[in-house]
T-cell receptor, first 113, second 111 residues
Framework: SQTIHQWPATLVQPVGSPLSLECTVE??????LYWYRQAAGRGLQLLFYSVGIGQISSEVPQNLSASRPQDRQFILSSKKLLLSDSGFYLC????????????FGSGTRLTVV | SQQGEEDPQALSIQEGENATMNCSYK?????LQWYRQNSGRGLVHLILIRSNEREKHSGRLRVTLDTSKKSSSLLITASRAADTASYFC???????????FGQGTRLTINP
């Protein structure tokens, strides 16, 4: 069966420090992969998505970047965190969003202090 | 943006009552999906309705879609305390490989 792993669950980082959040998917090949961010009590903002290795689409200009070094691995990074980067980060995958729903990871709560 | 907008933002009802949430969107879609999110957790896919469908059922869930009005509704019948969560609608633009989510409805079921 397909599973998605996202870690860490919580993270407290100082302003100006780097960030690396990792997401991996098991049990499927060539998934579409997504990074979303959710502010407290709000909806989800799409940050990046990828339809294949090395293919990254950026939705919102910001202090973050994403990479897909392997078929089932999606990494969210920052060289220098800002206070405004705090939030709940969610990774998701889908075979085909036109016909199937997304499967979400359990999320990473990032607090930048 | 074709972001969906849910209405109401918050809903509080008694256990056993029905809960109805609405979603509006802006552009043509392939499908519309509903998700549930328990506090501090990831989202769980509930149901997907395609643009050529008008109504769909799954257990106690009933979803309707009116593409002429660009709107959808999610009905949860015979609500339970465990239904307490935030509910989001999400839409995909035709030809796009991504979903855009609304702001969600916070549903509270009172025992």
């Amino acid at each position: 069966s397909q599973t998605i792993h996202q870690w860490p669950a919580t993270l407290v980082q100082p302003v100006g420090s780097p960030l690396s959040l990792e997401c991996t998917v098991e049990g499927t090949s060539n998934p579409n992969l997504y990074w979303y961010r959710q502010a407290a009590g709000r909806g989800l903002q799409l940050l990046f998505y990828s339809v294949g290795i090395g293919q990254i689409s950026s939705e919102v200009p910001q202090n973050l970047s994403a990479s897909r070094p392997q078929d089932r691995q999606f990494i969210l990074s920052s060289k220098k965190l800002l206070l405004s980067d705090s939030g709940f980060y969610l990774c998701a995958w889908s075979v085909d969003p036109a016909g199937y729903g997304y499967t979400f990871g359990s999320g990473t709560r990032l607090t930048v202090v | 943006s074709q972001q969906g907008e849910e209405d109401p933002q918050a809903l509080s009802i008694q256990e056993g009552e029905n809960a109805t949430m609405n979603c509006s969107y802006k552009t043509s879609i392939n499908n519309l999906q509903w998700y549930r999110q328990n506090s501090g957790r990831g989202l769980v896919h509930l149901i997907l309705i395609r643009s050529n469908e008008r109504e769909k059922h799954s257990g106690r869930l009933r979803v309707t879609l009116d593409t002429s009005k660009k709107s959808s509704s999610l009905l949860i019948t015979a609500s339970r305390a465990a239904d307490t969560a935030s509910y989001f609608c999400a839409t995909d633009a035709q030809g796009a490989q991504k979903l855009v989510f609304g702001q969600g409805t916070r549903l509270t079921i009172n025992p």
